[in-house]
């Protein structure tokens, strides 16, 4: 081995160094404590969690970072989708948290099988996807500016980061597509399935609600105080913490100096910073008509169209008028209307045959004959634009007012910070004087109170509930402005005297003693129903109201029910004449009795055939992908791949354990 290494030999010394530079690297890594321990490194302040690639290589890479900003937002949207109250925020955040970084993990995966998303692949969803009616409504470009500021309202993001956002879902929706692909469902499931589907059953029921049981509990004002006693602990602090809160607002119509002047240096600065948003790339305004050939039609079909689009443009190169044309003949309806107008398209949006025959046209030429996916095609370029950026003049107008919000926020914040330190110093008092501000004092607040006079006062009452009276003013934002605050008193949450809380705790009481006597009386009605056979009697006896439904299928509502996918689907299952069990959603009892049944004949069960597969199948692929999912992610953790903050951890559910 000692001679080899002595004769000249360039090649082997290359592998000698290799080699003994893998074992460098190795030694490094197994032996100086913690340099890829996944527990010794933090993450930064800003972020929630960050992922990287399981396995030894993966230790090389830059993590991708799930920042705190999105998991809140994220934490925000789904409380208010599901009607949430506000002390559920932290339970959802830990859940939002989960849902991005399973979305970063899905996103790896799916780079690592080659299913990136092309600029192309963004541009035909933006087109033909669920935006295109915004975007490109009736087949033309609403233009950068409105593209932008339609960007800017709906989703409050810059375009670069709603692009991203867009390609993401299409990438993790190809994952989805590539795991999914050969799931199958025999026909006899399908049929099965529609036949449990398209069921429809026609019932007596009587129901019994919650409400008028509560309302029939009348306890005495000595059971009511016996209760109360009882429950001492729960009642200990049912009249919460509240605060006294003095501030000062201000918008900034009250900042020193009035609001701030945009400069045109400042002007040329954001311009300068931001030509990505105002740049415009090489685009074509395109005529077309349009002669559609149908997927899968015989050669006679598709020569009838060949041949009329070929005489149309015959007729055009005769000096027909090729807006006429295609108002007469064209087959796209987004653009028939308009003479054929498509507007101005850039590099991708179409098909390749349509892109390339587009953009190698001359302004005022017309293209011959070419045939796409969607049929024969005849091309009129009205006005070509090469890629460029807007002149500064061109977009002052709309750069005027940003630079101004952005100046005025932080003039606003300035202040603030100036104020809140005055105050510190000579009292809240005399700071607010000093500027012509006025302190306002609230009464005592609770936590999810509203503070009279701010348009926003979330953030201040949340601080405030973390301050103690005596501590030094503090600025918080408004939402059209800013406060500088401080507590001045605090009463601490404590028990209500009975007389003053009677009605709650009444409330209390017939919300305790509620389930039980719904339940007695809810098992004695189905009970006699069954030992006379006969619903409708039984109901009588017991003074309970009975109604008829309509003939309805699982997807139906039925009066005092709702929706028939809940407890009250067993009536699917039963038959003709039957009596169910009773029924207890909490909120209701039901007794029901099934009057008629017509279940789907062969020929509408061959009729949804491809219908219901579509929808097993979704519903097979969603139960795989989630499978898929899970399995990652549980690979990632296992791996420690994922790396979450200090302040990420889970919290304690508020339901217990």
């Given at each position: 081995m000692i001679r080899i290494l002595q004769q000249d030999n360039r090649l082997t010394k290359i592998i000698f160094a290799v080699v003994i530079g893998a074992a460098v690297v190795t030694m490094v890594i197994t032996l100086v404590p913690g340099i890829f321990d996944n527990s010794a490194t933090t993450t930064a302040a800003d972020t929630y969690a960050t992922v990287r690639t399981p396995g030894f290589w993966g230790r090389f890479e830059t993590p991708s970072p799930v920042k705190n900003a999105e998991v809140d937002q994220v934490a925000h949207r789904l409380l208010q989708q599901q009607k949430l109250p506000d002390f559920l925020l932290s339970y959802m955040t830990q859940r939002a948290g989960t849902i991005l970084v399973q979305q970063q993990i899905l996103l790896r995966e799916a780079d690592r099988l080659?299913?990136?998303?092309?600029?192309g692949d963004l541009r035909h969803e933006l087109q033909f996807g669920p935006f295109a009616q915004v975007l490109f409504?009736?087949?033309?470009?609403?233009?950068?500016?409105?593209y932008m500021n339609f960007v800017q309202n709906q989703f409050g993001m810059s375009l670069a980061d709603f692009e991203s956002r867009v390609k993401e879902e299409l990438e993790i929706n190809r994952l989805q597509d590539y795991v999914t692909g050969g799931v199958n469902v025999s026909d006899n499931e399908v049929r099965d399935s529609y036949r449990t589907q398209g069921t429809k059953v026609k019932f007596v029921y009587a129901t019994i609600a919650s409400d008028d049981i509560s309302k029939t509990i009348n306890p005495s004002d000595a059971e009511l105080q016996t209760f109360f006693t009882q429950n001492k602990t729960k009642y200990a602090t049912?009249?919460?913490?509240?605060?006294?809160?003095?501030?000062?607002?201000?918008?900034?119509?009250?900042?020193?100096?009035?609001?701030?002047?945009?400069?045109?240096?400042?002007?040329?600065?954001?311009?300068?910073?931001?030509?990505?948003?105002?740049?415009?790339?090489?685009?074509?305004?395109?005529?077309?008509?349009?002669?559609?050939?149908?997927?899968?039609?015989?050669?006679?079909?598709?020569?009838?169209?060949?041949?009329?689009?070929e005489n149309l443009l015959k007729q055009i190169k005769g000096g027909a008028d090729f807006a006429a044309l295609a108002k007469a003949n064209s087959d796209d309806p987004g653009s028939k209307g308009q003479g054929g107008?498509?507007?101005?398209?850039?590099?991708?949006?179409?098909?390749?045959?349509?892109?390339?025959?587009?953009?190698?046209l001359g302004v005022g030429q017309t293209s011959d004959v070419i045939k796409t996916q969607f049929g024969y095609h005849i091309l009129q370029v009205e006005e070509k634009q090469s890629a460029h950026v807007k002149p500064i003049v061109e977009v002052k107008d709309q750069i005027v007012p940003i630079v101004q919000q952005q100046k005025a926020g932080a003039a606003e914040q300035?202040?603030?910070?100036?104020?809140?330190?005055?105050?510190?110093?000579?009292?809240?008092?005399?700071?607010?004087?000093?500027?012509?501000?006025?302190?306002?004092?609230?009464?005592?607040?609770?936590?999810?109170?509203?503070?009279?006079?701010?348009?926003?006062?979330?953030?201040?009452?949340?601080?405030?509930?973390?301050?103690?009276?005596?501590?030094?003013?503090?600025?918080?934002?408004?939402?059209?402005?800013?406060?500088?605050?401080?507590?001045?008193?605090?009463?601490?949450?404590?028990?209500?005297?009975?007389?003053?809380?009677?009605?709650?705790?009444?409330?209390?009481?017939?919300?305790?003693?509620?389930?039980?006597l719904l339940?007695?009386?809810?098992?004695?009605?189905?009970?006699?129903?069954?030992?006379?056979?006969?619903l409708t009697k039984a109901a009588k006896e017991l003074n309970v109201d009975v109604k008829t439904s309509d003939l309805v299928g699982k997807d139906g509502q039925v009066p005092g029910i709702g929706a028939m996918t809940g407890q009250a689907s067993v009536a699917f299952t039963m038959a003709k004449g039957e009596i169910s069990k009773p029924i207890n959603t909490g909120s209701t009892g039901i007794v029901l009795s099934v009057v008629d049944k017509q279940e789907p004949t062969p020929d509408d069960i061959a009729t949804h055939f491809d219908k219901t597969r579509e929808q097993l199948l979704e519903t097979k692929r969603e139960e795989i992908f989630g499978v898929f999912a899970g399995s990652l992610m549980q690979k990632y953790e296992d791996a420690g791949a994922i790396k979450y903050s200090k302040q990420s951890k889970a919290p304690a559910s508020p339901f217990g354990s």
């Open positions: 080659g299913l990136q998303v092309s600029d409504p009736d087949g033309k470009f609403i233009g950068n500016d409105a049912a009249v919460g913490e509240t605060r006294k809160i003095a501030y000062v607002a201000f918008d900034a119509s009250s900042i020193p100096g009035g609001k701030p002047a945009v400069s045109d240096d400042e002007i040329q600065q954001y311009y300068n910073a931001h030509q990505d948003q105002y740049t415009v790339k090489d685009q074509v305004r395109v005529r077309h008509i349009l002669i559609a050939v149908p997927q899968g039609a015989d050669a006679a079909t598709d020569a009838a169209a060949k041949a009329k689009a107008e498509l507007g101005f398209l850039q590099h991708g949006v179409t098909v390749p045959e349509f892109d390339k025959t587009a953009f190698s300035n202040f603030a910070t100036q104020l809140a330190a005055e105050a510190k110093k000579n009292g809240l008092d005399k700071a607010a004087a000093a500027h012509g501000l006025h302190v306002v004092t609230t009464d005592y607040i609770a936590q999810g109170g509203l503070v009279p006079g701010l348009s926003d006062s979330s953030a201040m009452l949340t601080q405030a509930f973390t301050a103690k009276p005596g501590d030094a003013p503090a600025s918080v934002s408004t939402g059209d402005g800013f406060a500088v605050f401080q507590v001045t008193d605090v009463k601490a949450a404590h028990a209500p005297d009975f007389a003053d809380y009677k009605s709650h705790v009444l409330d209390d009481y017939r919300q305790e003693k509620t389930p039980q339940a007695t009386k809810l098992n004695a009605l189905a009970d006699r129903a069954k030992a006379l056979g006969d």
